[in-house]
C-alpha cells in the first residue's frame, strides 16, 4: 500500500503559538508540510520562514493562498481575524485548522462554522488540551470501567503569568482583552471535561478581575451537570499550581468504585473504594508541547484530511464548547 501523498500548507501568524505549531509540523513532515507562512509584518514573516525552513513568506494572506493555492491553512492569529481569514480559505476550497477560540463573540464562532459548511470546506478548531497525553489515558481509564460511573469531577488551572504591572509577557496583548481567561484558557478546561464526561450544561458562573492591569476576568469558577454528575472548573492566572509541571493544575474524577486523581506532573494514580491509592503507569511524554499535544493535534487533522474521518473538534462540535463560554459569560453578567 503505497503511503499517503504529503500534503501542502500555508501558516497564518508567526507568533508565539506559531513556534510551537512549527516543532510538531517539522515531525510530521512525511505527512504534510508548510510551504509558505504570512505575517502582516513582513520582517517577522521573512524571519520565522527562514529559522523554519519555510520556502516562501507574505504579508497579504489573500495573495498567499491565491498563489500557492495549498491543500490546508493553519490560523494562528488573534481570535478578531479568524473569521475574515477562514471565509478567504473557504472561498478557495482550502480546509481550515483554526486556532481557539474561533470568534471573539459566539455569533462570530457560529457564523464561520455556517459560513464553511455552506461551501463545502472542512475545518477543525486547533483545540490541543484534549490531546495531552495524560488526558487522552484518563479517557481510556474511564472507558475501562476502572472506577465505574463517574458522579463528580474537579478541574483545576493555575499558572502565576498574570501578576503585576506587565502580566503575560508571552502575549501581552491579553492585557487589553475584555474578555479573557474563560475565552482564552478555561475554554480548553470546558473542552477537556466534555471529552472525558460527555456533554455538559452549566449550572453556574463566577468571573473576577483580581488584577487592576488587566481588562478582562483572571479568576473563573465554573459549576457543571451531566449524565449522573457534577462538577466544577476554577482557574486562575494568579496563583501557583499545588505542583509545578505541564498540566498547569490538576483533575479529580470520582466514581461509584473509585477515583482518578492527574497531579501537575502528568502522574495519574488510581484508588479503588476498597483498596490503597496507586500510581497508573503509562507513557508520558518528554517531547513537545504539554504532553505533545501540538503534534498529536496536527497529526489528527492532517490524518483526517487524507482518510476523510470526521475531526473531533470539527467545527459544529467546537460550537458546543464555545457556547457554554458565552453561557457563562451570561450567566456572570461579564459584558
Known sequence: MNPPQRLRGALIGCGYFARIHMEAWQRLRDLASIEACCDIEPERASSFGGAHGIARSYDDYR????????????????????????????????????????????????????????????????????????????????????????????????????????????????????????????????????????????????????????????????????DGLAGMIDGNRLSPAEQEGPVMGDMRIEGDAGTLSLDGGGRIYIRPVDGPMREHSYALPVAGYRGDSAYQTLRHFVECLHSGREFETSGREYLKTTRLVFEAYDKAGWL
Open 63 to 226: 495573495r498567499m493562498l491565491l498563489r500557492e493555492k495549498p491543500d490546508f491553512v493553519d490560523i494562528v492569529t488573534r481570535p478578531d481575524t479568524h473569521f475574515e481569514i477562514a471565509a478567504a480559505a473557504a472561498d478557495l476550497g482550502i480546509p481550515i485548522l483554526c486556532q481557539k477560540p474561533l470568534a471573539p463573540a459566539l455569533e462570530g464562532a457560529e457564523q464561520m462554522v455556517e459560513y464553511c459548511e455552506a461551501r463545502g470546506v472542512r475545518l477543525m478548531a486547533n483545540e490541543n488540551w484534549r490531546w495531552q497525553a495524560w488526558f487522552r489515558e484518563l479517557k481510556a481509564l474511564l472507558g475501562s470501567g476502572v472506577i465505574g460511573k463517574p458522579f463528580y469531577f474537579a478541574l483545576r488551572h493555575r499558572v502565576p503569568d498574570g501578576v503585576g504591572e506587565h502580566p503575560y509577557a508571552r502575549q501581552p496583548y491579553f492585557v487589553e482583552m475584555p474578555r479573557l481567561l474563560l475565552i482564552e484558557t478555561m475554554i480548553h478546561f470546558i473542552d477537556t471535561a466534555r471529552f472525558l464526561l460527555g456533554d455538559l450544561a452549566l449550572h453556574s458562573a463566577i468571573l473576577r478581575r483580581v488584577n487592576p492591569h488587566v481588562r478582562g476576568e483572571d479568576v473563573v469558577l465554573l459549576t457543571f451537570e451531566g
